[in-house]
């Protein structure tokens, strides 16, 4: 049996796993041989638009464990892309998506009623910030939320100007990849997008230009926004919405800072702007509370999630204040939103993590950022480390002082992190993104950051 390789602090971490489904067990060289045949017929049959980091032929997960064809397991610290919020096939789960399939599969929320679609879209309103009254559109995915929240916006102001921030990632549909600032590859080739929208910079606090803080890093772009956007390209009173990512996502794992967020508030409500806040990824316990906004004290006028809110099965939703959400019946539908399993599997999710994970997604969030606390002065190529609860960035560069980004060592490091067990993905250009389900434990957080601490040391001698 090939096990994931051991540090020596951590020695005894895989070898005493207590459990077949809670660390890494490497049974076969990586691919292994069921693996690469799929690989052989993947090429043959599928999209090449699809983006994978390494050969990882899923199987069966279960837990915080996913397990491929050729029965070797890894730890996830990925939870395919902050989906998986309570883990892999958790019983709870499955048992309600199994129930409710075997008694009605579909008819559609649009035409008729499901009993369960306003008994979830309560859970959801209620734990929305700020005290008026909350009404919900359910979605098939994040880019669908989105593509919603615009619409809703450009209805509710009867404007038609939207602004976003460079970096972001909002989905790859054509109005939300209007919107969309990641990397140009995703916009590369599809000619012209939804027109009237403007970008600007996010806060990015470890590469500020202007050397600010991470609670001080934006008060310059505000100044830009307010004296060169609305004064030079749009007038306030034609901008419908302003999105933003909490934290940015593909961006990098990016917080915005607390008087940031506040300040782009208040820009909002002076001028009768929609503030759309997108915690598809950042959304659902994984700060540890129920939105990242919520660390920050604003209240949106309407909020996009999707990913973690049903742990894995195809759902959305657009939150928004009920004196927003007042649109006319037919002015926006869906076929397949709010499918009846997916209200279930949404609905055994939120009592999860109601109930339990949403605290611990913060306290082993916490117990992470102690442990990587020095990694800034023991590893030369990491640059940062930081993030909420179990949203976490680690910036990969060549050289500190620089800090010029290391894309090619990030991507190194992922791939050994695969090699030994562990799966992690990147987000922006030299980032490492730790988004594992929101039920990990404190040895399942040590064997991953044995893991990651062995690949960045041996990435480093290639710096």
């Given at each position: ?225 307010e004296g060169q956007i609305f004064k030079r390209l ?230």
């Open positions: 049996m090939i096990t994931a390789p051991e540090s020596k602090t951590k020695s005894s971490v895989i070898a005493q796993s207590k459990s077949e489904w809670k660390l890494p067990q490497l049974v076969t060289e990586l691919p292994g041989p069921n693996a690469t045949r799929v690989l052989e017929q993947d090429a043959r049959f599928m999209s090449p638009s699809y983006t994978r980091d390494y050969p990882l032929v899923a199987k069966r997960g279960r837990g915080a464990v996913v397990e491929d064809v050729d029965g070797n397991k890894f730890l996830d610290f990925a939870a395919g892309i902050a989906v998986c919020s309570t883990g892999h096939c958790h019983p709870k789960v499955v048992a309600a998506i199994q129930e409710q399939a075997a008694e009605l599969i579909h008819m559609s929320g649009t035409d008729f009623y499901y009993e369960n679609m306003p008994r979830f879209a309560e859970k959801l309103a209620v734990t929305v910030p700020g005290p008026e009254a909350k009404k919900v559109f359910f979605t098939n995915s994040g880019t669908e939320a989105v593509e919603g929240a615009v619409k809703l916006a450009r209805y509710a102001t009867r404007r038609d100007k939207f602004i976003a921030f460079y970096g972001c990632f909002h989905g790859r549909s054509m109005g939300s990849l209007s919107l969309t600032a990641s990397k140009s590859t995703q916009r590369k080739g599809f000619g012209a997008l939804l027109s009237g929208v403007e970008h600007i910079p996010y806060p990015y606090a470890y590469r500020c230009a202007h050397g600010h803080t991470a609670q001080t890093c934006g008060a310059e772009i505000l100044e830009q926004l749009f007038d306030p009173e034609e901008v419908a919405g302003i999105i933003i990512e909490p934290i940015q996502g593909e961006g990098g794992y990016v917080p915005a800072p607390d008087f940031f967020l506040q300040e782009l508030q208040r820009i909002c409500r002076q001028h009768g702007i929609m503030l759309i806040v997108d915690e598809v990824q950042s959304g659902m316990g994984r700060t540890g509370k129920w939105w990242a906004c919520e660390n920050s004290g604003i209240e949106p006028d309407i909020l996009c999630s999707a990913k973690g809110i049903a742990s894995g099965m195809p759902l959305g939703a657009f939150i928004a204040r009920e004196s927003v959400m007042t649109w006319k019946p037919g002015s926006h539908g869906t076929t397949f939103g709010g499918n009846p399993v997916c209200i279930a599997a949404g609905l055994a999710t939120f009592d999860l993590i109601e109930s339990e994970y949403r605290e611990n997604a913060g306290q082993v969030g916490d117990y992470i950022f102690q442990k990587t606390a020095n990694w800034t002065d023991k590893h030369k190529i990491v640059g940062d480390v930081r993030g909420r609860g179990l949203m976490i960035g680690i910036e990969i560069v060549r050289d500190q002082k620089t800090k010029e980004k290391g894309p090619d060592l990030r991507n190194h490091i992922v791939d050994l992190a695969f090699r030994r067990g562990l799966c992690i993905l990147g987000a922006g250009e030299n980032t490492l993104r730790l988004s594992p389900p929101l039920l990990i434990d404190r040895e399942q957080a040590d064997a991953a950051l044995a893991i990651l601490e062995q690949c960045i040391q041996e990435a480093e001698g290639k710096a």
